[in-house]
């Protein structure tokens, strides 16, 4: 199983945005700047997060991206799922009931998914602030 390269600027992108100043947004230009990407292909991810309700976009020129819910309600979970989707790694091909390989995987993608669901965004972006106050730079 592997992530698509979108759901790794998702991450990123969602914690810069938690690490700017409350109240305050950031645009895609400064967004894609810092990962190195073209803007274009970073709004195509925005919009993606911007459809599950974790950041707002605000047009125009004072414009940007913040986040929408608290942020302590902003899982890893939550971004994967908006931009991978929310279907099961694995489907069996031989579809009988009660198939034991089937069981196995899904409890081992259910205990992945809790691991994920468990896991704050915010938490991360805390570590970073605390990195780079402590001069270690500020790598997410």
């Known amino acids: 199983?592997?992530?698509s390269k979108a759901t790794g600027y998702a991450?990123?992108?969602?914690?810069?945005?938690m690490l700017q100043p409350?109240?305050?947004?950031?645009?895609?230009?400064?967004?894609?700047?810092?990962?190195?990407?073209?803007?274009?292909?970073?709004?195509?991810?925005?919009?993606?997060?911007?459809?599950a309700g974790l950041i707002l976009s605000t047009p125009g020129a004072k414009g940007g991206y913040k986040i929408a819910r608290t942020?302590?309600?902003?899982?890893?979970?939550?971004?994967?799922?908006?931009?991978?989707?929310?279907?099961r790694f694995f489907d069996c091909s031989i579809h009988h009931e009660g198939c034991l390989i089937e069981n196995i995987m899904r409890d081992a993608e259910d205990h992945m998914r809790n691991e994920l669901s468990s896991r704050l965004l915010i938490?991360?972006?805390k570590?970073?602030?605390?990195?780079?106050a402590n001069g270690k730079g500020m790598t997410q």
């Not at 967004?31 to 190195?36: C, G, S």
Request: hydrophobic share 40%; charged share 25%.
């Open 1 to 3: 199983m592997r992530y």
């Open 11 to 17: 991450l990123h992108t969602i914690v810069h945005i």
């Open 22 to 51: 409350e109240g305050s947004s950031v645009g895609v230009q400064e967004l894609a700047e810092m990962q190195h990407l073209s803007p274009t292909y970073l709004s195509k991810i925005m919009t993606k997060l911007t459809k």
């Open 71 to 87: 942020e302590h309600e902003i899982s890893f979970l939550d971004v994967i799922n908006a931009i991978e989707g929310d279907a």
């Open 123 to 125: 938490d991360i972006a």
């Open 127 to 132: 570590e970073a602030e605390a990195r780079h």
